[in-house]
């Protein structure tokens, strides 16, 4: 039907009778064909990954830690230090009392401790930041706001008196 339209139109018009015009595709565009592994058996995955990389940074609830980039880095820098520390000070501690291969695993286990312990609480502590930098912009943003609208009032209503005065 949308290919009969413009034909009409020129018909109507008194123009020579145009060829019908190709409507574009109406069907949403499919996706690629899934990989298929051995056997011809479709691979599971391999779409999650992309979904993952499209996905919005900053979900409905608010801003998003990782999507803020000076908290994303402390987040990292916390982590990398702690773990770091909690291996060098777990493998140090357990030298004396065992041998080396267990004061290294000893050591590889006081780092992964390290890590979650200061991923967590970088996370806990760069929320709150977030959220008060957030809310402390929206203060700048609400005064500027005020302020522009109050600043335009004075003008004109300065031009309006004194184009009253001259009046005929």
């Known amino acids: 039907m949308a290919a009969e339209a413009p034909t009409e139109v020129l018909a109507e018009a008194g123009a020579e009778r145009a060829a019908p015009v190709a409507a574009p595709p109406t069907t949403p565009q499919s996706s690629p064909p899934a990989a298929k592994g051995k056997g011809g058996k479709e691979k599971k995955g391999k779409g999650k990954k992309d979904a993952k990389a499209k996905a919005p940074a900053a979900s409905a609830d608010g801003p998003s830690v990782a999507a ?10 916390a982590k990398a230090w702690s773990g770091l520390a909690g291996f060098v000070l777990g493998a140090y501690l357990s030298l004396p009392t065992n041998t080396l291969a267990g004061a290294i695993g000893r050591g590889l ?16 502590v760069w929320r709150r930041l977030v959220v008060l930098e957030v809310k402390g912009r929206e203060q700048q943003l609400l005064m500027a706001a005020e302020a522009a609208a109050a600043a335009p009032e004075q003008p004109a209503a300065a031009a309006g008196r004194a184009g009253m005065r001259q009046g005929p």
């Open 68 to 77: 803020h980039p000076r908290a994303a880095r402390g987040v990292a820098r």
């Open 109 to 124: 286990a006081a780092g992964v401790v390290c890590y979650v312990a200061a991923w967590a609480g970088a996370v806990f």
